[in-house]
């Protein structure tokens, strides 16, 4: 849980009891009611309730309110809910495995009969039967199908009656008719459509609560890239989760710093570039500070960790994106707010229907009102949107975009204009080697070899860039590293040194100074030797990405703060430069005065309003939270010439989408007249309904594909 601004909490609560969409309204309904919450949201496929309190001391009350509902709060995060989530499916296969055994059993008793026929076994046989298969079903009723009950009791008691109650209605109904038959040697028992339809309603949603729970635990970018152990310094090794504010964290060279903190001893550099898009890793010194998810390159170091796990700022990024999946767009909205009152629709069209049958003087009325009440579970209408969004929201925070606003993919329908920032935006975040000068009679390829060589166990940026222009090794011995200033050692027997020109008590010429350029130097016995020159490229991909968003019919253009632009930049699109903040600003506000729909890209603070007033933003690798909270969406790595993608994307989506909601619709409109009239028996409405919810779901697993 974390504090926002203006007296808001913001509290993120793990509900592992969560099973439906049903389940998602009774919360959201229920919590929503609550006089100190703002606002609520319940994401299905992450199992996690997000909600705003307008008072700091009432998250307790909101979790007890929860657990009296029957859907208690956890707040540890993904191992507590992995774990219940395990807990829930090993439970789920052994009430599949006790439904599956009863069905065969069942059926073989049943099959008798039906060889029989009607008047073909011995009256006390076919009660010995009867007297078998209810045997067999008390447990199928009162273990296997206890998920249906207990979440049906919870939707009664709530008022809100959800799809879980037709379905505990059909089977109690089931059960209590048979028992009552076979206890007065009476009418029809139906125990086999009992254990048939319990036992494919189970296998059903234990095959869509593995699909949604594979993509919760992929969208989860913070599991990704931090280690599940840490190191203590006094050698003790706690779970990542354990780690509290104050503690003091061992980070080997080569690891990745698993939480915020400073730096506590120790110097190193560091490769922020997930987070801040600059190529050039970090110099950390004593009290630096350092990021979860950040690379440590060149020395041990110890930290003390200042952020407790949940307040990272990777996890935020995670968190953010995780609540965006359960955003609804209009059209789903009205597909949940009908799937809400379908549940008591159906109840009393299932009633009506074996009134009139019994009225008519049918036996098989109860049988017909048994397959209404299965086959008309709206879950695959409840299914069509959550799980699209959430699976979709996954395959593009595995690709670096992470969504913060769940309406992101909606809007991004509507841009007409692309608009980028320069500086930390379009270009790579990795140096290459633009030029060497020479100052001896050694030639160019001799001194890059020597210079990779003398960098070769380093992890910094610039060592591979020397090493991809490098053809051959040179022997170094004596090899030392300086944090922060550079690396020498014995080549031929000559003294090597190679790092910043202060660090060896040169003076870089005028003509190689430039902001935008880093210059390195390399002296023998003391003597410059060459100077090395190097740049952040182009972004790998950016020139294409340009052509593929004019050849789509969009509008692009670049606003830059820089006086001057390389002509690579000014050939890919319209630049305006020497921009303020408030010259971008003015500029997206000009725009959208129109009929543009502006989508601006940017990366610093200096990007923030003009990110916040365009239709549509997307943070470049942000480190500031400003920054992160001005934009609809942020990247990691160097994703951004996957844009036209990702707009493609966005289309694909609404598509599948709306193919569910017409599939879900179409079921539920042509099975229920059906099952009506009688056409549908039991074990085939049960059958029916968990292949429906299977295709949406298999439908929207389609989005993995990128």
Known sequence: MSEMSMDLQRVSLQLPDIHCASCCFRVEDAIGRLPYVESVAVNLTGKRLTAQLNASDKADELKAQLEAMGYPGLEAGADQLTDAVASEQRSMLARIGVAGIGLMQVMMFALAGYLAGEGGMDPAFETLMRWASFAIAVPVMFYSAMPFHNA???????????????????????FT?????????TGEVYFDSLCMFTFLLLCGRYLEAKVRHHYKIDQSISEQLLPEKVVKADGQVIALRDVLPGDLLKVA????????GVVEQGMTTVDESAFTGEFMPQRKLERASVLAGSRNLDAAITIRV????????LNKMSLLQSEAAAFRPPFARLADYIARYFVSIVLLIAFATGAAWYLAGD???????????????PCALSLATPVAYAIAGGTLGRQGLLVSDGSFLEKLMAVTTVIFDKTGTLTAGRPQLMEVLVETPESRETLINIAASLEEESRHPIADALRREATEAVAVSEQQVSVGYGVEGQVAARSYRLGKPGWLGVDVPEALSADDKVVVGLTADG?????FVFADRLAEGIDNMFGELHAAGYATGIYTGAERLDSR???????????????????????QSGDEKVLMIGDGVNDTSALSAAHLSIAVNPVDSIVQGAADAMTTGNMLPSLPRVISYAARVRRIISQNLLWAFAYNMTLIPLAVMGFVPPWLAALGMSLSSLLVVGNACRLVRW
């Open 527 to 531: 003597e410059l030797v060459a100077w």
């Open 569 to 591: 930049f000014s050939s890919m699109a319209r630049a305006e430069t020497s921009m303020s903040p408030e010259d971008k600003l003015e500029g997206i506000k000009h725009r």
């Open 306 to 313: 200042t952020s407790p796990f949940d307040d990272a700022l």
């Open 177 to 185: 008719l048979s028992a009552y038959h076979t206890i007065t040697a």
């Open 253 to 260: 060279p080569d690891e990745t710093i698993p939480a915020d």
């Open 363 to 377: 036996e098989s009325w109860f049988v017909v009102m048994l397959s209404v009440l299965v086959v008309s579970c």
């Open 152 to 174: 049906a009791i919870r939707n009664v008691s709530s008022g809100v009656p959800g799809m879980d109650v037709p379905v505990s209605i059909a089977i109690t109904a089931a």
